[in-house]
């Protein structure tokens, strides 16, 4: 089963909306894995994880088809993660869809105050139902694919998660807006053996550490996911969700990050689950 990365920027995207400085004007210049859209993912073509505004721009540039959707994820509710406006545009007036075509979505408090009402509907007028998550509960979500929340630290008082995936005995860990880990998270990782983590790189070549990475303690984080044992012997590190505030394009990343054998992720990237 295939995951599409289809976003593998920060809040602004990159090149930044409104921004000269000259990260963004080499991005326009030379387009291709420089042109960052909001992270988000799909795995087959049932499930989803994050929904923000680039996402009617992924559908179209990646040739997905959403009326296909039935699992949402969210990782947490900000407006680069979660525009509830999109949803809207499953109510009967803006889609063909069947009435008993329900997705489902899955996230925390802050998620569902959103959802809750949209454009003064109920979440039910769009064909959606809400499911709380449980940090570290599994989630089935059909055909062999498993779900488990696990806590970030990131967005303050949030409980902001980064899910692990599971199918026929393999392992993905989508992780951008991880911070450092709480230990809960890096207890349970060190009983999972990961087959691919994607980690956040928000600061590029500056410091991070509470609620976003940059590329120093990325390094880091797969040195401890090494010291725990959880990585398998040919696992995959990816590091994704760039600022445009760090200043390094690709190519600049790609050469830095390869001799601790991690890779830089691009937008239309796949993997396989």
């Known amino acids: ?50 929904f923000g505004p680039d996402s009617f721009a992924q559908m179209v540039e990646f040739g997905l088809d959403y009326s296909l959707m039935e699992h949402l994820l969210i990782t947490h509710s900000h407006a680069d993660h979660l525009c509830p406006q999109e949803l809207n545009y499953r109510r009967a007036g803006f889609t063909d869809l069947p009435e008993d075509q329900v997705l489902t979505i899955y996230g925390n408090d802050a998620v569902w105050e959103q959802l809750r009402e949209i454009d003064g509907h109920p979440l039910a007028d769009c064909r959606a139902r809400f499911e709380r998550i449980t940090p570290f509960e599994s989630i089935d979500l059909g055909e062999g694919v498993v779900a488990t929340p696990v806590l970030a630290d990131h967005a303050g008082d949030e409980e902001a998660v980064n899910y692990l995936l599971e199918r026929e005995g393999r392992t993905l860990l989508q992780g951008n807006d991880t911070g450092w880990w709480p230990e809960e998270t890096w207890d ?60 390094w394009l690709h190519e600049r990343l790609v050469e830095h990050f390869a001799p601790h054998r991690i890779e830089v992720a691009y937008d239309g990237m796949q993997l396989e689950l």
């Not at 593998?8 to 004007?25: K, V």
């Not at 326009?28 to 992270?39: S, Y």
């Open 188 to 247: 349970a990782l060190g009983r999972r053996v990961l087959d691919v983590v994607i980690i956040e790189c928000t600061y590029g070549p500056r410091a991070g550490g509470r609620h976003h990475l940059g590329m120093r303690e990325v390094i880091e984080v797969r040195e401890e996911l090494e010291r725990l044992g959880a990585l398998a012997p040919d696992a995959r590190m990816i590091t994704t969700h760039f600022s445009h505030n760090g200043g």
């Open 1 to 50: 089963m295939t995951l599409t990365v289809l976003g593998t920027a920060a809040a602004e995207g990159w090149p930044a909306l409104w921004c000269p400085c000259e990260a963004c004007a080499q991005a326009r210049r030379l387009g291709g894995p420089n042109i960052r859209r909001r992270c988000a993912y799909q795995l087959g073509e049932r499930i989803h994880i994050d």
